[in-house]
């Protein structure tokens, strides 16, 4: 896109805010300079901060509120909380066209409640579902739905096979995005009644963005065969939180070996590189943002914990997903 990209950001959500928001922003701003940022949040603890990073000029615009959405605020209380809530006045400023994209790391309730309150759903799609990036042997998967909704019927998989691919096609614009079922087989018969009728669906008809490649067990998704997976938002969540859990279990008890003895040490010491290598491809902060699709403006979800580098590339994907004209790409193939 030709004009400057303006991303909203809700600097009081997530642990360690504003810092982290603002030490994200700091760095993804080093490598995205025709990218402006309007912050949300207060300014008496959000300037000392951008001062300190020597943060200043246009491209960083403060919105001043001193009212929050709490970390343990249901959905509900959240939104009665005002609209004058820094959460609240983010997604506010997208509906506005103010803005092409907010970032939050703060209440995911709050925020998809808000941003639905806010915003129209795409036409055709009923239900949103909350998507991110996975590593694999042959580069990035996309996965779909993590949380969003417990109950799906079979149009709701199948939407979230075209919002997926297209979301893949956005990042990865070389990419052909493969779609395939999450299920406990990859027999035709195995699966529950629902899921059985979105494969036979997706079978029966070709599709023009994606190409259909049946269901996908769990211990599969990193082979990188397919990079568009599927599944209900119970199912999605689960399997997402097991793997980041697994993650982080790996890289930890690998520091320890590492650093447990001398030999350990010399070893990690020699093979340095390729140690940094194998921890970048497990770092969940590398793939941190996860989107929300379905609505018609791109909402962007970093996790509560994450710090200034997780924060950083969950702007990342929100640049990435308004170059590569992500809602457009869903409009015209929901169709």
């Not at 899921?195 to 994606?210: A, G, H, R, V, W």
């Not at 067990?217 to 969540?237: K, L, P, R, S």
């Not at 010399?266 to 609505?295: E, M, T, V, W």
């Amino acid at each position: 896109m030709k004009n400057p990209i303006i991303i909203a950001v809700d600097a009081m959500g997530g642990d360690d805010s504003p810092k982290k928001i603002i030490e994200g922003i700091s760095l993804h701003s080093k490598s995205s300079k025709d990218v402006s940022y309007k912050i949300f949040g207060d300014k008496n603890l959000i300037n000392p901060i951008m001062l300190k990073n020597k943060l200043s000029g246009e491209k960083f615009n403060i919105v001043h509120t001193d009212k929050i959405v709490e970390g343990e605020d249901s959905a509900l209380k959240a939104a009665k909380r005002g609209k004058d809530t820094s959460l609240w006045l983010a997604i506010e400023s997208l509906k506005k066209n103010e803005a092409h994209a907010i970032v939050s790391a703060g209440n995911t309730g709050a925020l998809f409640l808000i941003s639905k309150l806010n915003l129209r759903m795409i036409e055709n799609i009923d239900k949103p579902a909350l998507s991110a990036v996975w590593p694999s042997k042959n580069g990035m998967n996309v996965v779909l739905d993590l949380g969003a909704n417990i109950e799906c019927s079979s149009k709701n998989l199948i939407d979230f096979s075209i919002m997926g691919s297209a979301l893949l096609k956005a990042l990865f614009p070389n990419e052909r995005p493969n779609v395939a079922l999450l299920n406990i087989g990859s027999e035709e018969l195995k699966g529950n009644a629902m899921i059985k009728d979105t494969y036979q669906l997706l079978s029966e008809k070709k599709y023009e963005l994606f190409n259909f490649k049946g269901y996908i067990e769990g211990n599969y998704i990193m082979e990188g065969n397919v990079n568009v997976i599927v599944a209900d938002g119970f199912t999605g969540n689960i399997a997402l939180k097991t793997a980041e859990g697994t993650s982080n279990f790996i890289i930890g008890e690998l520091k320890k070996a590492l650093t447990s003895s001398i030999l350990g040490k010399i070893s990690s010491f020699i093979n340095f590189n390729n140690l940094k290598n194998f921890k970048n491809k497990l770092d969940p902060r590398l793939y941190n943002g996860a989107i929300l699709l379905g609505l018609d403006k791109p909402v962007i979800k970093s996790h509560g914990s994450t710090d200034s580098v997780g924060f950083a590339n969950s702007l990342k994907v929100c640049e990435k997903t308004i170059r590569g004209n992500l809602i457009d790409q869903i409009k015209e193939n929901i169709k």
